[in-house]
């Protein structure tokens, strides 16, 4: 059986263990769906794919689980990330209070739900910025951009078409430092996690069930090396910061900004009961605002074996 493996450009445990070269020490050869074929690379948000391991963005996770995708779900991650939301300097906006009546960029609809992350990801952080004021969505008026370019909306906000925008992640933040954007609320600096769960926090790994079923030890192998890759990263900040920039095809500056506060040192995944209810906060988003095709049962989707043997095995 193939075993291939896909992530999103961020900081995970899973992806520093593929860049060591540790995936493929323990599974053989692991194809990448960033490096495939489209036909292939597809899976990425379908997860129709039987040796497919995935660590990436919850909104194309939940809606593949929504309609029908035969995936398991064996760790979350919780990855502190810049997530800011964007305005002109000149604006006068300079808090989550002075958003009131914005027009707020808001990525259109793509081929499918899944694809349409974008969207999903500017609602919700429309949301958690709103909800530091006591404001609602209906405070703040929304306006479509396309879903082009590294981050929808950043165009439109410098052009004055929109007065603000969600951005998150080192990309983001080296673009908005070249379009001398400011930041008007800094979702990743407020106490409640609530405020910013999104597309990446909590951040599922799922895996096809049937692999699971069929070759329990190749999951828990695939865990073993996550964790590891865990434990190496909370001593070795420099060669995780020098991963993250290829991985996340940014500068240093844009590394640095976006994870901060000792980040590299809570990369582990884990099945946490706070964790499944931050993802339940998420799932129950998705499903008020139309990116599911059905509710997802969290509990028949759970499958909490393998990390734990993966855990015993690492000695965690």
Known sequence: MKIWYTRCPVPTASGLAYNLGWLEQELGDVGVLQEAPPEIARHHFDHDLL??????????????????????????????????????PDSGIRDAAGLRGARFALPGWAASRAESFPRAMALHGA????????????????VDVPSDGWWPGLEALRRGEVDAVYVKGARAAEQAAQLGLAVAVALDAHPDPRTRVNNGTPRPITVHEDLLAERPEVVIGFLVQTLRAAEWAASSLDEVRAILGRETRSGSDGVVTAYRNDFHTALHPDLSGERLDLLRVQKDFLRLHGFLASDVDQGAWLAPEPLAEARKKVGL
Request: no cysteine; net charge positive; aromatic share 8%.
């Open 51 to 88: 040796g497919l391991f995935r660590e990436g963005g919850n909104v194309p996770a939940l809606a593949a689980r929504s309609e029908g995708a035969r995936t398991r779900l064996i760790g979350l991650t919780w990855i502190e990330e810049w997530q800011s939301i964007l305005v002109r």
């Open 127 to 142: 949301k958690g910025a709103l909800s530091q004021a006591g404001l609602t969505l209906d405070d703040v008026r929304f």
